[in-house]
């Protein structure tokens, strides 16, 4: 398939990854030919055989021509958004399918009115997406079934895990699940019941490690002898009281945010970060190699 | 050290070989002998040295006898937790620990008024504590400062990874986390966004990929150059309207429960339960395992 990445900044680095190692041959292009450079060496620093199937487009309307599908990864900030969106849409020819991998504006706000609307939807991913599986599928009302059916399948075949979304949200459903982690995370911080590292040890030793392989509807499932309609039954109204005592909307405000971030420059100096984020792509990584071989070994 | 084990059901079970398998010698208690003896037997499966340190005790003033720590794993009903602490009181040292593997009831709830309520605080794990190393440490208002350095020192030693709370609250950490997290998940559900096989995919294909090895706060301390603050002075405010959005606690009504209830048992029968619980037991022991590989390879 003929795949355009347009915008090669981490996001559509890793994307033309993910499309190349699957066998397609792709166009490449971004505001700053640097980065699209640059995203054909990142690709061929994972697999030097890929880079073959890698090309800088000249200009825009180089990178859509003849494209199959084209994931979109510039910029968030919507009017960028809208004026790329406007501008593409005038050369796009109606066999192409367009997937943003925005984070935080559904499709209705930037392809709104144009001609190929229809085929355009959000396709947002959890960075890094030739890591993290996950990808996001979001219609705007107007997105064509047929759009979210291509994309579902071609995901599916890249290796990825698309889930796709009945209608747009705020947050999505990946975000939405963060922001209520992190809020509660914060609460407890704010209130004073633990520090951020031992929220962080409660998940990263605990919770995580079965999340990293089932979800939160199949943890619980296991967990009555008959099923979630038992654990339900049996500890529902314990959640639901839980819930009444997290249902207080919090921003996190300058004391607590300065607390927490003294904390965390305490584990980490900021002069670290940049190795911190290498350990934490190496960690990644490994992960999830070892995740694809113990489900060689016991299944899915 | 002298262990004593105070009710073996799964949780008291796997308390025992984590105590075994760090040198300590047992004394092991169930109402049920042979629900003691099953004890012995799941320790010796695990490692077949280790049954030497493991003695099933003859009454429960036996198992009390001379032991420095008692990790209680009695059933999960208050007025059983009360007649235990009340029986235990009686013949506990003065020189004893008593932590208690309740999920749900603060220790103040049974300990109250006891000789012992000062060395009485509730240590819950995980389960099962011999895989998963987060044991949530809560003192009542009168536990002493003293017994819960001693038992964050144990658990240290014994290879687990605990965090203290300063006080009691509803669901600890581990469940508040969980609940938020539970109440998005259905949230979405109901609202029909998407399906709970999709939640659980955004979760086991998605965040819990990270949150595997680092928390919601180290999450996003990496997720900005500068760090936490910089993030959130970036994105708060985007959590805070989701926050607001999310601040309707609901119960999980009959006709939401029964509509997951059915689509997970299209996913697994119920027939099939038990064998999928012994999936996710080979899963999450081989991820375990593969993250103390992995930690020692790239650093924690």
Redesign the interface.
Known sequence: MKIAIIGCGVVGSSWALVFARAGHDLAIHDHSEAAAAAAVAFVAAADPALAARCRVATSLADALAGADYVQESAPERLPIKQALYREMDALLSPATIVGSSTS?FPASSFTEGLDNAARCLVAHP?NPPH????V?LIPAPWTAPETLAFTGDLMRDLGQ?P?????E???F?????????????FR?VE????T???????????????????????T???NA?????EY??NL?P???????????????GPDL??S??AK??A??P?AD?PQ??Q??D???A???A??R??TK???A
Request: glycine share 10%.
């Open positions: 935080g959890i890591l993290i599986p996950l996001e895990s889930i796709t979304l009945t209608r949200i705020n947050g459903v990946v975000n939405r699940l963060q922001s209520a982690l992190l809020g509660e995370a407890l209130d004073g019941i633990c951020p590292s031992e929220v962080d040890a409660a998940v990263a030793d605990g919770l995580g490690l079965r999340w990293a392989f089932m979800g939160p509807f199949a619980i499932d296991l002898a008959n099923g979630v309609a339900c039954a529902g314990m959640y639901y009281g839980l819930a009444k005592e997290q249902a207080d909307p919090r921003e996190w945010v300065a927490v971030e965390m420059r584990q980490v900021a970060l911190r984020r350990w934490r190496r960690f990644l490994a992960i999830v070892a995740k071989e113990i070994d016991v299944g």
